[in-house]
Every structure is written in C-alpha cells, then in structure tokens.
C-alpha cells in the first residue's frame, strides 16, 4: 500500500506570513497532484507535477517534486485569509485515475 | 465551471434504509468514476471504481453488497447506501477522469444516517 504522509497537519499563521507544507512518502510516484478542499466540498485540483526536480508556481503558491519523485513541498508566501481549507496531496502511479490521498493540511490563515 | 456534479448535497435517513447518491459528468464522457469516502479530520478513501457498462471494483475491505455503484452510462454514475446504520454516516465524494487527465471533483454528499 503506498502511503502519502503530510505535514503539518495543522497550520495556524497570520496573513502576510509565509508557509510550507510538505507530502513524504517512500514510494515512487508517476505524478503527484495537490489538491484544496473547502469544507463540505469537493477538492479542487490546483497543480500537477510529473517529473522529478519539477518547480511550478501558481500566483503565490509554488510547488515542487522531489528529484525522486517520493516527496512534494507546496509553499506559500504572504498568505490571505482566501487561502484557508485543506491541502491534500495525492500520488498517482501509471495515470492520473487511481490516486493515493494523503490526510491533509488543514491551513488558517488569521486576518 | 463544475464539470462534475453530485447529487444530493446532504441527506439524513433512518437507520435501515437504503439511499442512492448520483455523480454527473456535466461536458464531456467519463468511462471511469471513483466513489470516495471522507471522515472528519481524514483523508479521502477511495472505496471502488466504477467503470461504465461493467461491474465496479471495490477495494479491500468495502462491502459491495452495501454499497452498490451503478455505471450505466458515460455520464452517470450512482452510489446506493443499502440499509444504511450510523457508522455509515460520512462524506462521500465521486470524482471523474476524461482519459487520462487530472480527476474532477464532485461536492461532496453528507449523508447522516439516525
């Protein structure tokens, strides 16, 4: 069973901080995806990342894959309150279908 | 826009009734859906994969007589909780995939069984 380990699973900061989340886990993974869940929702893609060593920045969050591809980091800067919900990565080995969740970050950031 | 749709977004129902729990997909065909299960302070558990004019593959440790998925056409799917207890009480989530692409979600239905 692959396993995707999250940390932390809680982060409280105030907005304008910076932050970063990080996804281990001690398999190989074809592609690795991050995901945003608000509560009583479903999560919202927000990056895929395929290739080991692989840095790609959305607005103020970036995202990078291990040279391994067994681990990710997200990192956020001068983070809003619009950030607030859960983080969760998810690995997917041969294809974006059958994916392996992690149990996620849960952010707030405090006005 | 949603291009996955899930329906209802919260029920309650009595304890030995069965409860159904559709997922759409709004634009384009999905021949393969996934059914997750989310409880509070957890990650998503994938429970099957239901596949389109064929039986759906459950994972380990799901009942299948329980939760029965039908994938009857490209652009549906459905979820039936049968004589559902309270420990069934949960957020269940359907995704799908157009080929082989990131999944889409689905907002989620709460369901809580009394």
């Known amino acids: 069973t692959q396993l995707l380990e999250q940390s932390p699973q809680f982060l409280s900061i105030q907005e304008g901080e910076n932050l970063t989340v990080y996804c281990n886990s001690s398999?190989?993974?074809?592609?690795l995806q991050w995901y945003r869940q608000e509560p009583g929702e479903g999560p919202v893609l927000l990056v895929t990342?395929?290739?080991?060593?692989e840095v790609k920045k959305l607005k103020r969050l970036t995202f990078q894959f291990g040279d391994a591809r067994k681990d990710s980091s997200l990192h956020i800067t001068a983070a809003q309150p619009g950030d607030t919900g859960l983080y969760l990565c998810?690995?997917?080995?041969?294809?974006?279908?059958?994916?392996?969740f992690g149990i996620g970050t849960k952010l707030q950031v405090i006005p | 826009g949603a291009v996955v749709s899930q329906h209802p977004s919260r029920v309650i129902c009595k304890s030995g009734t069965s409860v159904k729990i559709e997922c759409r997909s709004l634009?384009?065909?999905?021949?393969?859906m996934f059914w997750y299960r989310q409880f509070p302070k957890q990650s998503l558990m994938l429970m099957a994969t239901?596949?389109?004019?064929?039986?759906?593959?459950?994972e380990q440790g799901v009942e299948k007589d329980k939760f029965l998925i039908n994938h009857a056409s490209l652009t549906l799917s459905t979820l039936t909780v049968t004589s559902a207890h309270p420990e069934d009480s949960s957020f269940y989530i359907c995704?799908?995939?157009?080929?082989?692409?990131?999944?889409?979600f689905g907002n989620g239905t709460r369901l809580t069984v009394t």
């Open positions: 398999s190989v993974f074809s592609s």
């Open positions: 239901s596949n389109e004019g064929s039986k759906a593959t459950y």
């Open positions: 634009d384009f065909q999905a021949t393969t």
């Open positions: 995704s799908a995939s157009r080929g082989n692409s990131p999944l889409h």
């Open positions: 998810a690995g997917g080995s041969g294809g974006y279908q059958k994916v392996t």
């Open positions: 990342v395929v290739t080991g060593g």
